[in-house]
């Protein structure tokens, strides 16, 4: 293959197949001339230097191709455009041929419809000038319907108001009949009132008689009215008289001038030997339980002793008033009592007066407070009130309310109106103004016997519960001799302010120790557990009052809190068990048993449980100590 076919089909390789122009070729084929004259050693020499510029041309005529091709696209494009807006050019050619075909008949139509349009401009010359004639004649018709409708309003105007007159003329009507009825009416009316006229003159007269016999009545009764008033005055004073006379308990007793402060130990060693005086034997124990029940009356208003009769019950209230200087009152109850009124008595209607009891009539001399003037010569003194045989009636009945009362006391101020009045009984005065109200202190006290037989009745948890409960069993040596009534009783009263100050609060630390104190909490607590067992739990009362209890106790040196707290027991706490199924209750009263016998130390009591637990009910009869 020669230089010149090589470079020939590359030229037509770089290409693309598209042949080179004339002024290439030609100058390829010089180059090849020139090669062939040369001679060959030359030839090869400069044949690179000139390969690379024939490359190099060669690259030259490759860029002019591609620019000359893209000229070509740009007219392949232009001539495609150019082609398609011909197309587009030949179908509207085609398109408005068909239309000029269809518009042949439109054109006919439309000379036909000018044809028709001459005609009918022809016929609305005719109708213009029939337009004309009309619209005369509607002128004309309007005139007239003006005319009609004016007439019409006139017209309708008128048939509106006839209602109306109508509606007047009835109404007129009705008020003309309706007048001359009255008119009727009023004639009958003056008729009758002349009538009535003649009868009230003659009433006038009658009742002018009747007021001068009035007047004559009503001064004779005013007369009496004065007298009465005089005499309800009288009655008034007469009606409280009863309660304002001193009772004999205060009044006719030995007692003149206050004994001189002493000691509580002194007061029960002279009590003892005034008891030893009047042949009455006391054992200690009960002596100082007695005492101790009376001096917390605070928390526990009421001391009851129970048992048989005949065990000196009615006599230990009595001697121990008499030996310490107190005021006595003894009332026998009886057993028709069944409300407060046979405690305190009553107001008589018919009398007009009030019917008082030595209870109400002591209560009043010694409130200072409400009654100061009766109260004034009594002030300072004491007063046991003993309810002898107090269960033969109902307890509940005649002193439950009262003994609430003597328990709110201890929360009342007695000194303000408003705060002690809780605590007051008040007395019914037959409906007065001012009420009569009497204030218990703390210097009064109550003690109650009971007998235990088929003849009284039980007491209630609730008296229980507000109560110390001494009980005297069989006494072991039968006594032979009765009591002395002349041995000489004191003539000095134990005054409230000595009295007071052998009292304790429950706050008080005048035990031996703080661990006694400790030992008394663990008791209480200890015996509620056991008590729950039994079903028989107590409260906050209960706690309180064996507290102050044992707090209270006269001084016994080291085994005094053992025994007052052996005191409540009986008290308080074995009471409360009576008629519990020892069976069912096993084992609660053997835990009972054991810790009065161990923790306590009373053997006696624990002999005393243990003689009502081998029955089937449980039963206390008390101990003699």
Known sequence: MTWESLALALLIAATGGILLPTAALMRHRELNRRIAREPAATELENLDAKLVEARRDFEAVVSEVKSKRGEVADLEVRASVAIAEADDATKRKITIEEDLLTLEPRR?????????????????????????????????????????????????????????????????????????????????????????????????????????????????????????????????????????????????????????????????????????????????RTLYAFHTCLKINDLSPLTVLAGISGTGKSELPRRYAEGMGIHFLQMAVQPRWDSPQDLFGFYNYLEHRYIATDLARALTHLDQHNHPEQAKPWQDRMLLVLLDEMNLARVEYYFSEFLSRLEVRKSVDASKPASRLDAEIAFDIGGRDKPFNVFVDRNVLFVGTMNEDESTQTLSDKVIDRANVLRFGRPKDLADDAPRQDVPRAEEYLSRQAWASWSKAVDSQDMSDAQALSELGTWIKRLNEIMDQLERPFAHRINQAIRMYCINYPDLGAKRLRVAFGDQLEQRILPKLRGIDTADCGDGLGQLLSFVQQDIGDVQLGNAIQQGRDRPLFTWQGINR
Do not use: F, V
Not at 145 to 171: C, F, G, Y
């Open 108 to 284: 006919q139509e439309l000379e036909q419809c000018q044809t028709e349009l001459a005609n009918c401009q022809e016929s609305m010359a005719d109708l213009s000038q029939r337009k004309t004639e009309l619209e005369s004649a509607i002128q004309h018709l309007k005139l007239e319907l003006e005319n009609l409708t004016e007439q019409a309003e006139r017209a309708h105007k008128i048939t509106a108001k006839l209602p109306q007159l109508e509606a007047a003329w009835s109404t007129k009507r009705s008020e003309l009949l309706q007048a001359e009825q009255e008119h009727g009416n009023l004639k009958k009316e003056i008729t009758e009132l002349r009538d009535a006229r003649g009868k009230l003159n003659a009433e006038i007269t009658s009742l002018e008689a009747m007021k001068a016999a009035l007047e004559r009545t009503h001064a004779e009764l005013h007369g009496y009215i004065e007298q009465d008033k005089k005499e309800d005055e009288e009655r008034k004073k007469r009606a409280l008289a009863d309660l304002q006379r001193a009772p004999a308990c205060l009044s006719e007793a030995n007692l003149q001038a206050a004994r001189a402060k002493e000691q509580e130990m002194q007061a029960l060693d002279r009590l003892q030997d005034y008891l030893r005086q009047c042949n009455l034997e006391y054992s200690k």
